[in-house]
Nanobody, 127 residues
Framework: QVQLVESGGGLVQPGGSLRLSCAAS????????MGWFRQAPGKEREFVAA??????????YYSDSVKGRFTTARDNAKNTVFLQMNSLKPEDTDVYYC??????????????????WGQGTQVTVSS
């Protein structure tokens, strides 16, 4: 079992930046592939980013809507994954979730491939 706790959300003006953190505990973190999703009320959970976990060289993937603005990284020594969000837009306003999985296939963008979820952190982009 893996427990995930997100932090770092808040209110930011358009064009600003936030860094989300997701701390993991409970089992080996380095072997988990990690994802970031976001969800607005009444909408489906949307893929944001993912990062592989088991190799010395990590691969990161991004949705088209955040590519070039968001960056995900991980620190296995600290059991933490990060989402750096730059050039934020009002449409980035959502609850952001991190998630973990043993799944290593190509459908990393599917929420149903993830086994463990954090509680979410609110990001609001508004002037």
């Amino acid at each position: 079992q893996v427990q995930l706790v997100e932090s770092g959300g808040g209110l930011v003006q358009p064009g600003g930046s936030l860094r989300l953190s997701c701390a993991a505990s409970g089992r080996a973190f380095s072997g988990q592939n990690m994802g970031w999703f976001r969800q607005a009320p009444g909408k489906e959970r949307e893929f944001v980013a993912a990062i592989t976990g088991s190799a010395a060289l990590y691969f990161a993937y991004y949705s088209d809507s955040v590519k070039g603005r968001f960056t995900t990284a991980r620190d296995n020594a600290k059991n933490t994954v990060f989402l750096q969000m730059n050039s934020l837009k009002p449409e980035d306003t959502d609850v952001y979730y991190c998630a973990g999985t043993d799944y290593s296939g190509s459908q990393y963008w599917r929420a149903d491939k993830y086994d463990y979820w954090g509680q979410g952190t609110q990001v609001t982009v508004s002037s």
